[in-house]
Structures are given as structure tokens and as C-alpha cells.
């Protein structure tokens, strides 16, 4: 199972981009790359997916580099709602699906 | 939109007793997980199911069990409750199985035991 690793935590303020990246060395070729949101008390939200390249939406872009051995979720101009644990997963395509949590990167929004 | 409603927001149990952590969720999704999370330990996975009376272990199964009688309803059981099964539980769900399928979670279940 691939596994991953963020930063515990960054900082940020209003207005800016954030660029969280997670290192996933071992991805294997058939996995896909996948975001979460989460916010105190609540479950994780699904944010952004991506196999290669960059891939963006609404909410946030998803860069990736050619050899996938990681990704970095960007999120333009920041808001304090933004303040939440970001969580970033490699899946594993095992005939059932089986998607392993790291801890996180908790990002505080400051005004 | 996808909902996945777990039973009971706040639960409080004794030490030994039997627990019952009921999901629901309401778009025919093939996959459910159960999952439990700790301060500084992010989520870990305690049981999945792809099928209806299907389960496989997740990576903290002891002191678990699980129950998928029915496609939308997946029941996670703590035989005897411990101290240590103090946690955070959150129930997801998937439509198919297929790696990068997007999660829903439900709004979690905060256990203590005492």
C-alpha cells in the first residue's frame, strides 16, 4: 500500500496561495491520487482527484509530475474558512478498495 | 447528494458493555468502511465492506466487528467495550470498487467509554 507523507502543519493568511505537498514514492501505476478536506467535528470532504498532470476545479488545483512520486494540492487566495486538516491519499487498487489516512496537514488560516 | 447518516452524534457506554454504531447511507453504494479516529493519529481503518455480508479487515480490526445485512446499512460492534475504544468512529461509503472511487463520510460518532 503506498504510503504517504505531508507536512503536520502550515500557516497561512488571508488572500494567499497554499501549496501543501505529500510524497508518495511507492505509487503504483494503476492508483490515483486523491485530496480530503476536514473540519473539527465534521467527516472528510472529498476535494480533488488526479492520476497525472494538473487537474482543477472549483476549489483547489492538483499538480502532479510526470514520475507521480508526489502532488501538490494548491488552494488559491485563502480564506480563515479554509482553516482544516488536509489529507492526502494514494489508493490502492487491489480488486476492493482499501484507502489508508495518514494524519494530515492541519492548516491555520490567520486574518 | 450522497448522505450518510450515523446513528448517534454523542454515545456513552460502560466498560465491558456491548456497543452498536449504526450507518446508513441512501445511494446504493457497493463499498462502506468504518473508521476511527485519534488526536495526532489521523484516521485509521477498522473494517470495509464491498458487499452485502461481505468484510474484510482493515488495519485495527481487534475488539471490532462488523454486520452488512442489508446494501445501505453497515453496523459496527464492539463486543465488550474498553477504555481504549474511546474515539472518534466515522462511517463512509463509495459507489464501486475501483481504486481513486470518491469517499462520503458521515458526520462521526464521538464514543467514550468509562
Known amino acids: 500500500l503506498a504510503k504517504t507523507t505531508q507536512p503536520i502543519s502550515m500557516d497561512s493568511y488571508e488572500g494567499q496561495e497554499v501549496n501543501i505537498t505529500c510524497s508518495h514514492n511507492?505509487?503504483?501505476?494503476?492508483?490515483?491520487i486523491t485530496w480530503y478536506q476536514q473540519f473539527p467535528s465534521q467527516g472528510p470532504r472529498f476535494i480533488i482527484q488526479?492520476?497525472?498532470t494538473k487537474v482543477t476545479n472549483e476549489v483547489a488545483s492538483l499538480f502532479i509530475p510526470a514520475d507521480r512520486k508526489s502532488s501538490t494540492l494548491s488552494l488559491p487566495r485563502v480564506s480563515l474558512s479554509d482553516t482544516a486538516v488536509y489529507y492526502c491519499?494514494?489508493?490502492?487498487?487491489?480488486?476492493?478498495?482499501?484507502?489508508?489516512f495518514g494524519t494530515g496537514t492541519r492548516l491555520l488560516v490567520s486574518p | 447528494d450522497v448522505k450518510v447518516t450515523q446513528s448517534s452524534r454523542y454515545l456513552v457506554k460502560r466498560t465491558g458493555e456491548k456497543v452498536f454504531l449504526e450507518c446508513v447511507q441512501d445511494?446504493?453504494?457497493?463499498?462502506m468502511f468504518w473508521y476511527r479516529q485519534d488526536p495526532g493519529l489521523g484516521l485509521r481503518l477498522i473494517y470495509f465492506?464491498?458487499?452485502?455480508?461481505?468484510?474484510e479487515k482493515g488495519d485495527i480490526p481487534e475488539g471490532y466487528s462488523v454486520s452488512r445485512e442489508k446494501k445501505e446499512r453497515f453496523s459496527l460492534i464492539l463486543e465488550s467495550a474498553s477504555t481504549n475504544q474511546t474515539s472518534m468512529y466515522l462511517c463512509?461509503?463509495?459507489?464501486?470498487?475501483?481504486?481513486?472511487?470518491?469517499?462520503?463520510f458521515g458526520s462521526g460518532t464521538q464514543l467514550s467509554v468509562l
Open positions: 465492506s464491498y458487499d452485502v455480508k461481505m468484510k
Open positions: 445511494m446504493d453504494h457497493e463499498n
Open positions: 511507492n505509487i503504483a501505476t494503476n492508483d490515483y
Open positions: 488526479g492520476y497525472k
Open positions: 491519499l494514494v489508493g490502492e487498487d487491489t480488486g476492493f478498495q482499501k484507502l489508508v
Open positions: 463512509a461509503s463509495s459507489l464501486r470498487r475501483r481504486s481513486g472511487e470518491k469517499l462520503f
